[in-house]
């Protein structure tokens, strides 16, 4: 399998070098060259299959330059730091399944993803004699775990951006309280999309990104998008049966890197995943992309769902890419575009395709806030403010006769004062977030300025 870039300006390369590049250097994002597709005997045999064994069969279709006993390997280190056996268990909750992302070391979804692409990069630089540093942004749970997976890393630093005083309290002292010295927190002062704005810059600057190794833990990884695969057709075929009865999908969504993920294993099962619901809090520019094309910036929102507070999707353009029928010319031309104007406007058959790809719908502050409250009441189920954006959206989208998969991104003890203000109760606190509070923490707050963080990485890199 080779991987190229969206925007068409690179030679086809193997997924070892595609997960090492993160972005692509002509500034697209990377993509296989076909999408797998597997036949109904394939899926039967995947039906019965534990989740790291089903990982495994699913990441071979997309890795074929890895030797299968080594993929093994570090499939199963990467799921052994999760305390559940399933890894990603299923709940039934009244009319919908909770599909539970967040039983990793951070309490989030993102741990099945960056705790695979960890063991990844020290894996690929252990056998290359290589150093890597990898430079991130994250509006909350992304920052966490990708520090968590490669704490204490030899051959690795890893600098994390995240907005000052706009993630939650715990989400913060998560990142900050790991004080590894390969570990370098950023504060900076604005938004998740100047943070992210400014590492794509820093990848740009191909003499600095190889001067440096930069490696990407953002959802522009494509490792990050192939593992998260895994969960879709983990669920699909525990809930669907052998005559391939679709299972639809509440995904709470700002990167679009998680819902992409959704679009990827449709093409990889057929239509034994359905209708893929979009859900987005009152930062909803994907909800209006999708249901009257209006792809436009506006001012980022803060609310209680601040991992989803982002206005510049990063995954956006690799599913422009297939919308534009895998046409790398017009992808770069539309972003090119995007990026003098901030915005884009989609009608006509392109609309129609959007629409049969996605439903969507979006939840303000009052519907999520309700959501916990009236789920907690008729459950006895908490749920963390993304997740209620995803069940909202899906029930207010669901159709009768079909299951419907609510993806839960985090704990809900990870935004305890959203929960407190909707049940009147704060969450209990799992043991690793309650000894949070009396770590030492080490962080720099810096402007939210590209030649600023160029400074600090240029010192502190490896």
């Known amino acids: 399998m080779r991987y190229l870039s969206t925007r068409g300006g690179i030679a086809p390369i193997p997924f070892t070098e595609a997960v090492m590049m993160g972005l692509a250097t002509d500034g697209g994002l990377l993509l296989p060259e076909r999408l797998p597709t597997v036949d109904a005997a394939t899926i039967e045999q995947w039906r019965g299959l534990a989740y790291p064994d089903l990982a495994c069969a699913v990441l071979g279709l ?3 330059d890895i030797p299968a006993a080594d993929l093994e390997r570090l499939v199963k280190r990467s799921c052994a730091g999760f305390d559940h056996p399933e890894v990603t268990p299923l709940a039934r909750q009244g009319e919908c399944h909770i599909l539970e992302l967040f039983h990793g070391p951070t309490l989030a979804f993102k741990d099945v993803a960056l705790q695979l692409l960890g063991n990844l990069f020290e894996y690929l630089l252990a056998a290359s004699g290589g150093r890597m540093n990898i430079v991130g942004a994250t509006s909350g749970d992304t920052g966490s775990a990708a520090i968590y997976g490669v704490r204490g890393k030899e051959r690795i630093n890893i600098f994390i951006l995240h907005p000052h005083q706009r993630v939650s309290p715990i989400q913060e002292r998560q990142m900050t309280t790991v004080l590894d010295a390969n570990v370098f927190n950023i504060a900076i002062k604005g938004t998740f999309d100047d943070g992210q704005a400014i590492v794509k810059r820093l990848f740009n600057d191909i003499p ?3 001067k440096h190794q ?6 522009i990884n494509w490792a990050r998008i192939v593992a998260q695969v895994v969960y879709y057709v983990y669920a699909a075929l525990r809930l669907g049966d052998e005559r391939g009865t679709p299972v639809d999908f509440a995904v709470p969504t700002g990167n679009f890197g998680d819902i992409f993920a959704g679009f990827v294993a449709r093409r990889l099962l057929g239509e034994r995943i359905g209708q893929l619901i979009l859900a987005t809090n009152e930062n909803n520019l994907l909800t209006r992309f999708v249901l009257a094309g209006d792809y436009s910036v506006s001012q980022v929102r803060p609310t209680s769902s601040p991992s989803m507070d982002i206005q510049l999707a990063s995954n956006f353009e690799r599913y422009l890419y297939y919308l534009n029928g895998e046409d790398p010319a017009a992808t770069r031309r539309e ?14 058959e392109r609309l129609t395709r959007i629409q049969a790809d996605f439903a969507s719908h979006s939840a303000d502050e009052a ?4 959501t916990i409250r009236d789920f907690k009441a008729r459950h006895g189920y908490l749920l963390d403010p993304h997740t209620a954006v995803g069940v909202y959206a899906g029930l207010a989208c669901r159709r009768e006769g079909v299951p419907l998969v609510c993806l839960a991104t985090a704990h809900p003890a990870k935004f305890a004062a959203a929960v407190e203000a909707a049940t009147g109760q704060p969450p ?16 720099r707050v810096l402007a939210a300025d590209p030649g600023v963080i160029r400074d600090f990485i240029e010192r502190h890199a490896i």
């Open 335 to 348: 972003m090119e575009g995007f990026a003098a104007t901030g915005k884009l406007s989609f009608a006509g």
């Open 428 to 443: 209990v606190l799992p043991p690793a977030l309650a000894q949070l509070a009396d770590k030492e923490s080490r962080c």
């Open 208 to 210: 600095f990104k190889e």
């Open 214 to 219: 930069l490696g990407a833990i953002n959802s």
């Open 62 to 64: 997309f890795i074929d």
């Open 367 to 370: 519907a999520t806030l309700a």
